[in-house]
C-alpha cells in the first residue's frame, strides 16, 4: 500500500464511508499494526478510539480489597527516577500524566481534557508545537488544584541535568509555557513527528509544584515524596515499605466519575514469580499478578485449578543480552564500566558474533517462553513496520568455532581459547528467575563446546532492577561482561525506545546510572540517524532511520536480542483489569473492577 493509498482510507473514514476498526484491519493486512495505524489517523484530525476496557460499576468505592503482587518489589515512587518497570508501576498509582496508551495504541487523555489534534488546533500544522488544555477541578491529594504550573514544573524539573532524571531525555530539548491556568503549550526545536513523548505515558506523570518545588536538581534525591507520594490518582498513600509492600486507600476525590472501584490497595513485593503466578491462578490469595517469567508448561498446568487465567498482551518489549565493550573490572573516574576503557576481549567483533551464533533462541523459546515471547534477531519488533527485515538469527556452534579460529582465538591446555595472554573467560549475570537462569545455562553449555568460559551470576531482582545509585548490581552499572534482562517500550512508537543506542544517554557516574544507553557503546551513524528521524515528518523515510539504528547495534552484536517479549499476566477469573504493551500495568488501574 502506497501513501496515496493510505490518504485515500484515512478520507474514507473522515467521510464516515469505511469504519475506524475496517481501517486498522486494512493496514494490518499491509504490515501497519493497530498502534501505528491509530497514528496516522490522529496525525490526520480522526479522534482515537475510547479505552479498551468497558468500565461498569455505577459509583465509586465498594469494591473491597484490591491485592497485587510485584514479586520485583519497588524500591522508590518518584515515575522520574524510576529506572525499573516495576518502580514505573508503583508510581503510577499514585502519579499520572496527561494521557497514557491503551492496548490499541490509543492515546486516552487522563489529566488533559483532550487529545490533541490538528483539527482542535493542538498540534501545530507545521508539528513544531502541540498545546495541551488541562481537565478542570483535579485535586492534588492534599486537596491543592492541579494547574499549569505543575505541568510546566515538571518539566523544568525532568528537563534540569543536576536532576539526573531518567526522563530527561524526554524534556531536555523543549521548552514548556503556561497559556493559562489549564493550558500549556510544549514546543519542539524542529518538526517533530512523535509529539506524544512529552507528559505522555510512563515517562508523562506529572509532579505537584508544591511538593518537589523546593527539591529540585542536585536536591532531588532528598524530597519527601520520593518515597511518600501526592498525586492525583485513584487511590492515596497509605503506607511503603522499599522492597515489601505499598498500602493506598481510595481517593475519594478522583477526577473521573463512579472510579476507582476499589476501597483499598495493596501491592506486595518480593518473592518470585513462579509463587506469584501461584498466589493468583491456584489459590486466589492476591488477584493479580505482574510479569509472569515462568515456564508456560508451569503456567498452563497452574491454570487447570479454575481459580485464575493467564493474560498474554502484545507489547513491544524485548528479552536481550548486552555484551559489554568496557571493563568491568577496572575502575576509572571513580567508576567501573567507564566509557573510556575497552573490554579485553568483547571490544573483538569476532568474539561477539561468534557469541550471538551461540545462543539457541528457538529452543529457549520452544521450551521455556512458550506464549511468552518469540525468537528474534530484532533489538525492535513491534510495531512491525520498525522491524529490521534483513537480521537473521541462527544458532551454529561450528560456525562461531570457525570464526573464533580465524580470529587467533585458540584453546589453551585447560580448553578455553585464549590470545596475547587473554581468556574468553566471562562473568554473565541477570537477575533470579527460573526462566532466565535456565536460558544462562543453555547458554553457557553451547559457549563451553566453542570454548569460552561462563560464570554464571544471578542477582535478586529487587536488587538488580533498583534505581539506587549506591547499589554496584544493578543492571544499569553493567559491572559484568554480560547482562540479560527485558525491555519494556512505553509508547507504541520506538524512538525514545531506541535512545538506549544514543551517545548522549550512556549511563555513567555523572547521570547517576540513569543514562538510558547502558551498554556505554556509540556509533556516529547510528546518532546521526536517530537525530535525523527525530525530525522526519514522512512516515516511512522515518521508519527506515529508526531501522538503521537498530541495524547498527544488532549487527555489531552489542544488543543481542533473544525474543520479542509478551506481557504475561495473571488475574482471578472475576478480575477485569485493563494491560496494555504500550504503557505500565497501572496505566489505567482506576478503571478495574470485579465481574
Not at 503506607?239 to 476499589?262: C, L, S, T, W
Not at 587467533?408 to 549475570?429: H, S, T
Not at 543492571?475 to 559484568?480: I, N, V
Not at 536517530?530 to 552489542?558: G, H, M, S, T, W
Amino acid at each position: 500500500m502506497n501513501e496515496n493509498e493510505i490518504r485515500k482510507a484515512v478520507a474514507e473514514v473522515k467521510q464516515g464511508t469505511l469504519s475506524r476498526r475496517s481501517f486498522i484491519r486494512t493496514m494490518a493486512a499491509v504490515g501497519i499494526t493497530a498502534p501505528i495505524a491509530g497514528q496516522i489517523l490522529l496525525w490526520n484530525d480522526v479522534a482515537m478510539a475510547d479505552a479498551t476496557l468497558q468500565y461498569k460499576p455505577t459509583k465509586a468505592g465498594g469494591g473491597g480489597p484490591l491485592k497485587i503482587l510485584l514479586w520485583q518489589a519497588p524500591t522508590l515512587l518518584n515515575p522520574h527516577f524510576a529506572i525499573g518497570t516495576k518502580d514505573q508501576i508503583a508510581s503510577r498509582i499514585f502519579f499520572e500524566p496527561l494521557a497514557g496508551w491503551d492496548a490499541d495504541g490509543n492515546l486516552i487523555p487522563c489529566l488533559a481534557a483532550e487529545v490533541p489534534t490538528k483539527q482542535n488546533g493542538g498540534i501545530a500544522a507545521e508539528g513544531t508545537s502541540v498545546i495541551w488544555k488541562l481537565k478542570q477541578g483535579v485535586k492534588w491529594h492534599d486537596g491543592k488544584p492541579f494547574t499549569a504550573d505543575d505541568v510546566v514544573f515538571t518539566w523544568s524539573y525532568a528537563a534540569d541535568l543536576a536532576t539526573a532524571a531518567y526522563t530527561t531525555g524526554s524534556y531536555k530539548d523543549i521548552t514548556v509555557e503556561k497559556i493559562d491556568d489549564h493550558t500549556v503549550k510544549v514546543i519542539f526545536k524542529a518538526p517533530t513527528p512523535f509529539w506524544a513523548d512529552p507528559f505522555v505515558g510512563s515517562v508523562g506523570q506529572i509532579l505537584p509544584k508544591h511538593h518537589f518545588g523546593d527539591y529540585t536538581g542536585a536536591k532531588s534525591r532528598e524530597a519527601p515524596g520520593n518515597l511518600k507520594p501526592v498525586g492525583t490518582g485513584p487511590y492515596k498513600f497509605v503506607e511503603f515499605k522499599p522492597g515489601d509492600m505499598i498500602r493506598a486507600e481510595r481517593n475519594p476525590d478522583y477526577h473521573v466519575k463512579n472510579r476507582p472501584y476499589f476501597d483499598t490497595l495493596e501491592v506486595k513485593g518480593g518473592g518470585d514469580a513462579v509463587s506469584a503466578a501461584r498466589a493468583v491462578l491456584q489459590t486466589g490469595e492476591y488477584d493479580y499478578a505482574w510479569n509472569l517469567q515462568v515456564e508456560d508448561e508451569v503456567l498452563k498446568r497452574m491454570e487447570t485449578s479454575g481459580k485464575g487465567k493467564v493474560d498474554v498482551t502484545l507489547s513491544g518489549n524485548v528479552e536481550f543480552i548486552i555484551l559489554n565493550t568496557t571493563d568491568p573490572w577496572t575502575e576509572v573516574d571513580g567508576e567501573r564500566s567507564n566509557a573510556k576503557t575497552k573490554h579485553p576481549t568483547l571490544s573483538d567483533p569476532a568474539v561477539r558474533r561468534a557469541f550471538n551464533l551461540l545462543i539457541d533462541r528457538d529452543g529457549i523459546q520452544k521450551f521455556i517462553y512458550g506464549r511468552g515471547g518469540v525468537a528474534t534477531a530484532s533489538f525492535v519488533n513491534q510495531p512491525a513496520q520498525f522491524k529490521s527485515s534483513k537480521l537473521r538469527y541462527a544458532f551454529d556452534i561450528d560456525k562461531a568455532i570457525k570464526i573464533l579460529d580465524e580470529a587467533g582465538w585458540k584453546p589453551g591446555a585447560d580448553g578455553i581459547r585464549e590470545k596475547d595472554g587473554k581468556k574468553l573467560k566471562y562473568v554473565f549475570q541477570t537477575s533470579i528467575n527460573g526462566p532466565r537462569q535456565k536460558t544462562q545455562a543453555i547458554i553457557k553449555q553451547a559457549c563451553q563446546k566453542a570454548g569460552i568460559e561462563i560464570e554464571i551470576k544471578a542477582v535478586v531482582a529487587s536488587v538488580f532492577f533498583s534505581s539506587d545509585v549506591g547499589n554496584p548490581d544493578t543492571y544499569s552499572k553493567l559491572y559484568a561482561d554480560m547482562e540479560m534482562y527485558n525491555t519494556t517500550q512505553p509508547q507504541p512508537d520506538p524512538e525514545r525506545f531506541l535512545n538506549q543506542c544514543v551517545s548522549w544517554e550512556i549511563a555513567n557516574k555523572d547521570n547517576k546510572w540513569l543514562g538510558r544507553n547502558i551498554s556505554r557503546w556509540s556509533d556516529p551513524e547510528a546518532d546521526k540517524a536517530y537525530k535525523a528521524a527525530q525530525n522526519e515528518l514522512d512516515p516511512v523515510k522515518r521508519a527506515a532511520l529508526l531501522i538503521k539504528v537498530n541495524e547498527i547495534f544488532c549487527e555489531a552484536n552489542i544488543l543481542v536480542p533473544l525474543l520479542s517479549r509478551n506481557i504475561v499476566g495473571g488475574g482471578v477469573n472475576n478480575l477485569m483489569a485493563d494491560i496494555s504493551g504500550w504503557d505500565v500495568t497501572t496505566w489505567n488501574l482506576a478503571s478495574w473492577y470485579r465481574s
